[in-house]
Nanobody
Framework: EVQLVESGGGLVQAGGSLRLSCAAS????????VGWFRQAPGKEREGVSC????????YYSDSVKGRFTISRDNARNTVYLQMNSLAPEDTAVYYC???????????????????WGQGTQVTVSS
């Protein structure tokens, strides 16, 4: 069964850190660009970060650039999102997706046939 499972979310105070994990089963994650997306209540889904499968290039939204770091561990078939200097506006459900694209406006969007995880809640208190 093809599956992505996110973990690592939780409640943290502003200024704190969390590391999210996106573990794949049933397929090799290193064959895909992998992205992190988030959705806060009442807001549209936002592409946060994307990592290239070929050269490991990374991309970030302006809202998280300099605070979040995406990485991949191919041996563990897992992609991570290290989140530092968290702020209340980072509160959202975070999803990973196997396949992401950075368009000409540098927006991070999911691929047309992306596989999604179930999401993990991140709550940042002020």
């Amino acid at each position: 069964e093809v599956q992505l499972v996110e973990s690592g979310g939780g409640l943290v105070q502003a200024g704190g850190s969390l590391r999210l994990s996106c573990a794949a089963s049933g397929f090799y994650l290193d064959e895909y660009e992998v992205g992190w997306f988030r959705q806060a209540p009442g807001k549209e889904r936002e592409g946060v970060s994307c990592i290239n499968s070929r050269d490991g290039s990374t991309y970030y939204s302006d809202s998280v650039k300099g605070r979040f770091t995406i990485s991949r561990d191919n041996a563990r078939n897992t992609v991570y999102l290290q989140m530092n200097s968290l702020a209340p506006e980072d509160t959202a459900v975070y999803y990973c997706a196997a396949d992401c694209v950075v368009n000409r406006d540098y927006d991070i969007i999911p691929g047309g046939f992306a596989t999604w995880g179930q999401g993990t809640q991140v709550t940042v208190s002020s």
